[in-house]
C-alpha cells in the first residue's frame, strides 16, 4: 500500500570515483523488497567517515563505486515490504540505514532499507535533527550502556565532549544518573557545561592534574574515549582502580594495555557499523534509536545541527564544509 503513486527514477548525488565530486543523476527508485521500507527521504546527516570512503581510506567500510553515500538519514514511508510489522505509510522514521558495504545510501530521494534498523522519529525533532542523530547515538549508546553499563551514581568522563558523539554520550550518561565530566579546548567551554557536564581543557591540565581533582586521585568509574590515539592511552591512565572501565569507539590504534592491567581495569571497543556490514544484530539498531526517540521525547535529548542549508544538488558543498572543520554541529543536506 502506498502514500502516493511512487515514481521508477529519482535524483540521486553518485559517488563515481576516488576523489572525485558527487554527481546528480537520475537513477532507478529501489524496490521494496521483504523486509524492507521504502522511504522517501527528507533529511541526511553527513558524517567523516563519507569522506573517508570517498578518498579511499575506509578499508572497514569500502562502498565501491559507482555508490550513493550517506549514513544516516530521516524521512517518510512510502511502502512496505512482506513480513515487516510496525511500520506503514506515512510514518516519519529515523535511521541508520546505508552508504557502506555496497548498501545504497541516503543521498537520494528514495531508499529502501531494513526495517530493523529503523524507528520512529522523535516528535519533537525536526526532520534535520533526526537525520543528524542515528550514527552517533548510536555509537554513545552502545559505549555507554551496552559496553560500560552506566548508571546512577557512576562517574563518567567523556572525552571530546563537544564532538558528535561526545555531546550526545554527555546526555545519556547524565539521564542514567551519572555524573559527567568533559574534556575539550577552552573554546568548547560553554558547549560542554550547557549539556550538563563539569569542563576539563586538557590542554592545560594534565591527566593526574585532572584526576587528582576531580576524583581525589581515584580515577573516573567509566570513561568514554570519541577522539582516539593518545587520548586512549590517556583513559587508561584516568581510570578507577578494580572496577573502572575504558570504552573507545576509535582504538584502531596500536597501544600499551600495561596502564589498564595495573588498575585492574577493562576495555571494550565499538564499532557501530558492525550490524549494517555484517547483516547480524540489526535489529538492536532500531531498539537503541527507539531510545532515543524517547529521551528527545523526554527532553533529555538534543542534537547539535548546523545551521547552513545543503540540499541535494549541493551535496559536494556540504562535504567540503564537513571537512572544512567549520561546522557547528552535525552537516545535514535536506531534500524535498
Do not use: C
Not at 568548547?188 to 591540565?205: K, N, P, S, V, Y
Not at 578494580?242 to 564499532?271: D, E, K
Amino acid at each position: 500500500m502506498n502514500v502516493s503513486p511512487i515514481p521508477t527514477s529519482m535524483r540521486a548525488a553518485v559517488f563515481e570515483a576516488d576523489g572525485e565530486p558527487l554527481r546528480i543523476k537520475s537513477v532507478p527508485v529501489p524496490a521494496v523488497r521483504p523486509g524492507e521500507v521504502l522511504v522517501r527521504v527528507q533529511g541526511v546527516g553527513l558524517n567523516p567517515l563519507d569522506i573517508k570512503i570517498r578518498s579511499g581510506n575506509a578499508a572497514h567500510a569500502a562502498h565501491p563505486a559507482p555508490a550513493i553515500l550517506g549514513i544516516d538519514m530521516a524521512g517518510i514511508v512510502e511502502a512496505v515490504g512482506d513480513d515487516v510489522v510496525g511500520f506503514s505509510p506515512g510514518d516519519t522514521v529515523f535511521g541508520m540505514t546505508g552508504g557502506v558495504g555496497g548498501m545504497q545510501g541516503a543521498l537520494a530521494q528514495y531508499a529502501s532499507v531494513d526495517a530493523s534498523l529503523l524507528a520512529p522519529a522523535p516528535a519533537t525533532f525536526s526532520s534535520r535533527e533526526a537525520a543528524a542523530t542515528p550514527l552517533i547515538f548510536i555509537t554513545a549508546w552502545e559505549g555507554l550502556v551496552d559496553r560500560a553499563k552506566v548508571g546512577p551514581g557512576r562517574t563518567v568522563l567523556v572525552h571530546g565532549g563537544a564532538g558528535g558523539v561526545g555531546h550526545v554520550a554527555i546526555q545519556i550518561a547524565l539521564a542514567f544518573g551519572a555524573t559527567v565530566y568533559a574534556t575539550g579546548k577552552g573554546a568548547q567551554q560553554a558547549i560542554i557545561e550547557a549539556l550538563g557536564a563539569t569542563f576539563i581543557d586538557h590542554q592545560r591540565q594534565s591527566v593526574d592534574q585532572y584526576v587528582s581533582l576531580h576524583t581525589d586521585g581515584e580515577g573516573f568509574d567509566i570513561i568514554f574515549d570519541t577522539v582516539g590515539g593518545v587520548t586512549l592511552d590517556a583513559s587508561f591512565q584516568a581510570v578507577r582502580r578494580y572496577h573502572g572501565h575504558v570504552v573507545s569507539a576509535l582504538g584502531w590504534g596500536t597501544h600499551a594495555l600495561a596502564p589498564l592491567s595495573f588498575r585492574a581495569g577493562t576495555y571494550s571497543g565499538v564499532f557501530t557499523l558492525l550490524p549494517l556490514l555484517s547483516g547480524r544484530y540489526r535489529a538492536h539498531h532500531g531498539e537503541i534509536l527507539r531510545e532515543a526517540k524517547r529521551l528527545a521525547d523526554e527532553g533529555h535529548l538534543k542534537v547539535r545541527v548546523d545551521p547552513r542549508i545543503f540540499v541535494l544538488d549541493t551535496a559536494e558543498d556540504g562535504y567540503r564544509y564537513l571537512e572544512s572543520g567549520a561546522a557547528n554541529g552535525k552537516v545535514v543536506v535536506e531534500l524535498a
